[in-house]
């Protein structure tokens, strides 16, 4: 009920391409939409969700908080389809599982910026190399290795991201500097995209380093990386043994 009140309704009421002329009104509920003639469940990750119902086009969501044999047992609803579309989406968890494994499959899209500067292409990172800091008075590797009360003594008013090459402060806003580009553009089938922090400039680099403040205070990088970055994970410590 949470998921069609808070997201899927207002979207459905918002665009008048999900409300065409119709004799009678549509069915809309927390379980099912209907569009014209076509009709989308919403369902959870169960057996029994899994194997009701026959699809063109089944959406999988938090792929990584799934489990395996359910998300195999949703695919198999697309075998009567002419269409057989599928799309995941997920926050990462580990390296080689989940969304991650999905993603070495496909095309690996990134969204690259431009420096107007120099016309090098990056693809901008929470790390020393893209996010200048004032006065930095720690030499660290990956913001990660600094403690909550080292990240209390930083000067973040004017941090902002920049190029590594020339150090020109970058617009992550300015679309006509901004592309999604493919790691491998002959992969056809998969197509995949990674939506990292700086993929938007609403991110400021303040807010993520308070952020990581908060998750080393918890002791939980991995949180931090899954959550907050948008990253697989892939520390010794933090996974079960098979």
Request: some cysteine.
């Amino acid at each position: 009920t949470r998921t069609y009140n808070g997201r899927i309704k207002p979207i459905l009421e918002a665009d008048d391409i999900f409300n065409p002329p119709a004799s009678t009104k549509p069915t809309r509920s927390k379980s099912q939409v209907q569009i014209r003639d076509s009709f989308g469940y919403i369902s959870g990750c169960t057996e029994g969700d899994a194997t009701n119902t026959s699809a063109d086009f089944v959406f999988h969501d938090e792929l990584d908080l799934s489990p395996e044999t359910i998300i195999a047992l949703y695919q198999s609803r697309l075998q009567g389809s002419d269409m057989r579309m599928m799309q995941q989406f997920s926050t990462p968890t580990f390296t080689g599982v989940g969304i991650h494994k999905s993603y070495q499959l496909t095309d690996q899209r990134e969204y690259v910026m431009r420096c107007p500067g120099c016309r090098q292409v990056h693809i901008p990172r929470f790390n020393p190399e893209f996010v200048f800091l004032k006065n930095m008075p720690f030499d660290v590797e990956k913001f990660d290795d600094l403690t909550a009360q080292q990240i209390a003594l930083l000067d973040l008013e004017d941090s902002h991201v920049r190029c590594p090459k020339c150090s020109t402060k970058l617009n992550l806003g300015d679309e006509a500097q901004r592309e999604w580009i493919a790691t491998f553009p002959s992969r056809q089938n998969f197509r995949g995209y990674r939506v990292r922090p700086f993929s938007t400039p609403r991110i400021k680099p303040a807010y993520i380093f308070g952020q990581l403040a908060q998750y080393q205070e918890r002791s939980f990088t991995r949180g931090f990386y899954n959550t907050v970055l948008g990253e697989e994970y892939d520390s010794v410590n933090s996974r079960i043994q098979e």
